[in-house]
């Protein structure tokens, strides 16, 4: 017993402000713990790209095994993750895409086909004529700009977007473009957050203007401690499984230290969780 790990394995993590994120590392913490052959380190970049730009380089000067990375945003993190990628260094991308096809491989869920589920599932359960407020994530990272395509796919000509906003992610941020679109708007049917933090920031602060009563709030993530559970308590109507892919993340870097060829995209599933009343429709 008490072999020293063979591999060291460096994870950047973008923040861990969004309850997600901590549940990614969780995952990817129990996976690892199985594998006494791998060391796992995490760093936080604390949501900012040029302190996750220099994570990546000194992850190269350092010489790990194997880089693990989900990318604040794409354009930044491109650069740096493909020259680590070039020198040698195994790179597993997760749940944020970058550019290009510098990196080993990418681990995550179809994005365009949630926010399409999200779609569908709006169109079908507001009136044709709902006036909507999308909240969007921050739209530099791929997984955004991929739920809004998808979300409006699957929306179609029902009901009609009568605000927008980047709100990055961030449940504040959505708390605060929720109240300017109250304040402008006198009639909001539905709100479609790309998270679920964005989803409670609005309902929060449709809930303190009185106005939450019979609009719909719809968002992605569903964790069992936070989405699921405000769409139990009744504050959410609909939320979207959007899986960390933890377990997933380490199978796949032991196959790479052991030589293995691996896919370059790993598509990890999704479902959806909406409240018991629209279970019977
Ligand atoms: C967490 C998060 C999740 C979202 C994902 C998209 O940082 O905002 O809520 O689903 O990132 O990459």
């Not at 504050?235 to 892919?245: C, H, I, K, N, W």
């Not at 870097?253 to 279970?279: F, M």
Request: some cysteine; hydrophobic content about 40%; proline content about 5%.
């Amino acid at each position: 017993g008490g072999a020293e790990p063979k591999w060291t394995i460096a994870m950047s993590q973008c923040n861990l402000g969004e309850p997600w994120r901590a549940q990614m590392n969780a995952d990817l913490k129990r996976a690892a713990a199985e594998h006494p052959e791998i060391r796992l380190v995490f760093n936080n970049a604390e949501n900012d790209t040029l302190k996750q730009r220099s994570q990546i380089e000194e992850f190269v000067s350092a010489g790990v095994d194997l880089i693990m990375v989900c990318p604040k945003e794409a354009q930044p993190l491109t650069e740096p993750i493909a020259k680590a990628y070039r020198s040698g260094i195994p790179v597993v991308v997760i749940d944020r895409q970058v550019l290009g096809d510098d990196f080993t491989t990418f681990i995550g869920a179809d994005n365009v086909a949630i926010g399409r589920e999200a779609g569908r599932w709006i169109a079908s359960h507001a009136k044709p004529d709902a006036r909507i407020v999308e909240l969007k994530g921050l739209m530099t990272s791929v997984p955004a700009q991929d739920r809004h395509a998808g979300f409006r796919e699957g929306l179609g000509d029902v009901g009609e977007v009568i605000f927008e906003a980047d709100m990055q992610w961030l449940e504040p941020q959505a708390r605060k473009e929720m109240d300017s679109a109250l304040a402008r708007f006198d009639e909001i049917d539905v709100v479609f957050a790309h998270n679920d933090p964005g989803a409670h920031g609005a309902y929060l602060a449709a809930k303190a203007a009185g106005r939450a009563e019979g609009m719909l709030f719809v968002g992605i993530d569903a964790l069992s401690h936070e989405g699921i559970a405000y769409v139990n308590q009744g504050l959410l109507d609909a939320t979207f499984e959007y899986p960390t892919g933890g377990t997933v993340a380490i199978e796949t870097a032991l196959k790479i230290l052991a030589g293995e060829e691996v896919p370059k995209n790993i598509e990890l599933g999704t479902s959806t969780h909406a409240q018991a009343k629209y279970e019977d429709e």
